[in-house]
Nanobody
Framework: VQLQASGGGLVQAGGSLRLACAAS????????MNWYRQAPGKQRELVAT???????NYPNSVKGRFTISRDNAKKTTYLQMASLKPEDTAVYYC??????????????WGQGTQVTVSS
C-alpha cells in the first residue's frame, strides 16, 4: 500500500485548505486513517483520526477547525482545514493503520505535504 498526500500550500491566516491522501493497493482490514503534522523542531502531532466505525477524533488545538473524512470508493482520505493559524504551519502526513492479513498489523505513511500559514 502506498499513500500519496497532496493539497498543501501557502495560505493566509484565516484561510482554508483541503488535504487529500490517496491510497493505492489494499489490505485485509483498515482500522484507522490519521493525519499527523510536524513543525520544525517539534514532535509529530496527531491532528485527526477517522475510524472504520465512523468516529472521528481531534485534539483541542484543531477541534472545530479541522474535519477528517473518507471516500471509500476512491480510497481517499481528506483533511479539511479552516480558520488556519500560523501555528498550523507544518508538514502534514497521512497514516493508515490496519492488518495486512488476519495476523499482521501494518502502519503506512504518506510522504508529507507542506502547509504554511502566513500572518
Amino acid at each position: 500500500v502506498q499513500l500519496q498526500a497532496s493539497g498543501g500550500g501557502l495560505v493566509q491566516a484565516g484561510g482554508s485548505l483541503r488535504l487529500a491522501c490517496a491510497a493505492s493497493g489494499s489490505i485485509f482490514k483498515l482500522n484507522t486513517m490519521n493525519w499527523y503534522r510536524q513543525a520544525p523542531g517539534k514532535q509529530r502531532e496527531l491532528v485527526a483520526t477517522w475510524t472504520t466505525g465512523g468516529t472521528t477524533n481531534y485534539p483541542n488545538s484543531v477541534k472545530g477547525r479541522f474535519t477528517i473524512s473518507r471516500d471509500n470508493a476512491k480510497k481517499t482520505t481528506y483533511l479539511q482545514m479552516a480558520s488556519l493559524k500560523p501555528e498550523d504551519t507544518a508538514v502534514y502526513y497521512c497514516n493508515a493503520e490496519g492488518y495486512y492479513d488476519p495476523w499482521t498489523p501494518v502502519d503506512y505513511w504518506g510522504q508529507g505535504t507542506q502547509v504554511t500559514v502566513s500572518s
